[in-house]
Nanobody, 115 residues
Framework: QVQLVESGGGLVQPGGSLRLSCAAS????????MGWYRQAPGKQRELVAV???????NYADSVKGRFTISRDNAKNTVYLQMDSLKPEDTAVYYC?????????WGQGTQVTDSS
């Protein structure tokens, strides 16, 4: 069984930065594709960024140039560096592990615009 634990959310001013972390248990992290998703109040959950086991990345148009996804397989952790934050980035951010053995979600971490 895989467990994902996100951390790093909080209040941030527009233009500020945050780094989210997602730590995974189990032994399949290094061969899994990892993703960050977000869900704002009243909206559907949406993809923010993904990174494959080989390190290829893809981003939603709304965050390109501002967010960076990365992974550390030695620590079983995926990161989301968020810069130049905007009020519309306010949401609960979830990480997702995608593998041949199933997909798993974390519990989410809240990112809130403080303006």
């Amino acid at each position: 069984q895989v467990q994902l634990v996100e951390s790093g959310g909080g209040l941030v001013q527009p233009g500020g930065s945050l780094r989210l972390s997602c730590a995974a248990s189990g032994s399949i992290f290094s061969i899994a594709t990892m993703g960050w998703y977000r869900q704002a109040p009243g909206k559907q959950r949406e993809l923010v960024a993904v990174i494959t086991s080989a390190g290829s990345t893809n981003y939603a148009d709304s965050v390109k140039g501002r967010f960076t996804i990365s992974r550390d397989n030695a620590k079983n952790t995926v990161y989301l560096q968020m810069d130049s934050l905007k009020p519309e980035d306010t949401a609960v951010y979830y990480c997702k592990l995608m593998s041949l053995w199933g997909n798993y979600w974390g519990q989410g971490t809240q990112v809130t615009d403080s303006s």
